[in-house]
């Protein structure tokens, strides 16, 4: 059958999809989810149909396409293309075997990772294939596999050069920004450590986003191979480079469920470590009752499979277990993240001595993986010394940046202090609060959004005296976070 096409201005977000009139549909036999081939030219392209009821959508005669499918087989409105039905894609037989509980064999998995990078799968498939491997959680060899396929399937980082030094954070703690102090020390001391990282999904800052008050994060693979033959270093948003994009897909799926299955877990941080070519690695977990991991238990037995499947991909990985029961440093958003780490480079009095220790912690480790001797006094000196700071300055300038002091990071212009009721000490902070609050006063969009604080756990409080500040960059938003600051248990003093 011919159709016109009709650009209906719509992108999906990833899958190829076609609307086919409800007359056109009937005559082929075609129902929501079945599969066309389309085909213009020597071009063809395999999309999901969906079906439109009345002819003011798509008219009899003429076939809807998502910008996806205008993008990939370079349509215009009106052309005639044919279409024909087509069958679904192999991976949906592999996705209901993983949903029977059964193993997968790495040919079944190479099929589902090309169908998801290939944007082959509807959202609705993509998600079974996540719960599948939620509810029926991979083996440790399917897990490999899975990380293998993935990036198989994306571009891959080849410096020429060893050791490739990395590390990551499997997240969830406000601030944290561990990878702004460690990517400057490790390549002051000449590894190499090209960093990825991502932005915020339900968090006040990913790493990215707080790299981006001081520099660029948006390259393609060539320029953040430059930037780090040049400099050693990098910190560049993982989303914007095609490594592993399979992982990226996957993750869009399981955010809205705050599904975050262990074995995809895992493919996914070792898939973003192999696709750099990285040969030591540092994970840190933290452990907490508002983090990821709950529990000790769980922390080491996800420990035990980090270091299993490094292994098994002939990589040096350690796992290392923090406290993840209280934000990581006082900024939280990221203008205010980034001052921290200024202040903290620069050895400024005012730096998160917190985010301090567990920096110099992680250094440490990643220097007694490659052989340096006093690996905390090594890393504590190129601190002291202004080497880390002079090396984050040389990055921030190879990533299109300037120079530029603590203090004049550009703050919310709104802000509100949130006193404590009463003398004591801090029991606890809630994570969940803090990042609420500072999503709400608009971080991460809002680069100076966020909150400030001046206590932690074990602190001595008296009343009156100051726990955190909310900055705001949009008057609406900041009324809507100080009433919502007023409300929220955010400190715990007893």
């Not at 290939?118 to 991979?138: G, I, P, R």
């Not at 120079?403 to 000490?425: C, N, P, Q, T, Y």
Request: with cysteine; charged share 30%; aromatic share 4%.
């Amino acid at each position: 059958m011919k159709l016109k096409v009709k650009d209906i201005d719509i992108s999906s977000g990833g899958p190829l999809v076609a609307v086919v009139n409800h007359e056109d549909a009937a005559m082929l036999d075609l129902h929501v989810m079945d599969r066309i081939k389309i085909g213009k030219g020597k071009k063809i392209e395999t999309v999901v149909v969906d079906i439109a009821e009345s002819d003011k959508v798509v008219p009899k005669g003429r076939l809807g396409v998502f910008e996806e499918v205008i993008n990939s087989l370079k349509l215009k409105n009106n052309d005639k293309v044919d279409i024909r039905i087509a069958r679904k894609p192999l991976s949906i037989d592999y996705i209901k075997k993983k949903l029977d509980g059964l193993k997968l064999s790495q040919k079944e998995i190479n099929q589902i990772v090309w169908d998801i990078v290939h944007n082959k799968l509807s959202a609705v498939e993509l998600a079974y294939f996540v719960a599948a491997c939620y509810t029926n959680v991979m083996s440790t060899e399917e897990t490999i596999m899975l990380t293998k396929a993935m990036v198989k399937h994306g571009e891959v980082l080849n410096l020429g050069k060893r050791p490739i030094v990395d590390k990551h954070s499997i997240g969830g703690i406000p601030g944290n920004r561990t990878t702004l102090v460690i990517v400057p020390i490790i390549a002051a001391a000449g590894y190499f450590i090209p960093k990825t990282s991502s932005r915020s999904i339900t968090s006040a800052a990913g790493t990215a986003d707080t790299m981006e008050v001081l520099a660029d994060v948006t390259f393609p693979i060539s320029k953040m191979r430059e930037i780090v033959l040049k400099t050693r270093g990098c910190i560049v948003w993982g989303g914007s480079l095609n490594l592993a994009p399979a992982d990226d897909k996957i993750i869009a799926v399981e955010r809205p469920l705050e599904i975050d299955a262990e074995s995809q877990l895992l493919a996914s941080i070792m898939a973003k470590k192999h696709s750099v070519s990285s040969t030591h690695i540092v994970i840190d977990v933290p452990v907490g009752r508002d983090s990821k991991v709950k529990n000790k238990v769980e922390a080491l037995r996800l420990k035990k499979e980090f270091e299993k499947i490094g292994k098994r991909l002939k990589k040096h990985v350690r796992v290392l277990l923090t406290d993840g029961s209280q934000p990581i440093g006082n900024g939280i958003g990221p203008a205010l993240e980034a001052r921290d780490v200024l202040w903290l480079l620069k050895r400024d009095p005012r730096r998160p001595l917190d985010l301090e220790r567990k920096c110099l912690k992680m250094c440490a480790e990643i220097f007694n993986m490659v052989g340096v001797k006093n690996s905390y006094k090594r890393a504590l000196e190129i601190l002291d010394s202004g080497r880390a700071y002079s090396k984050m300055v040389e990055i921030i300038k190879a990533q299109n940046g300037k120079e530029i002091a603590a203090e004049d990071i550009k703050i919310g212009k709104f802000h509100f202090d949130v006193l404590s009721a009463r003398s004591g000490r801090v029991a606890g902070i809630d994570n969940l609060s803090v990042s609420r609050i500072a999503r709400i006063a608009g971080a991460p969009d809002d680069k100076g959004a966020g909150i400030y604080l001046y206590k932690h756990v074990s602190d001595k409080v008296k009343r009156g005296e100051k726990l955190f500040t909310i900055y705001a960059e949009s008057r609406h938003e900041f009324g809507y976070a100080k009433d919502v600051a007023k409300s929220a248990r955010v400190f715990m003093i007893s």
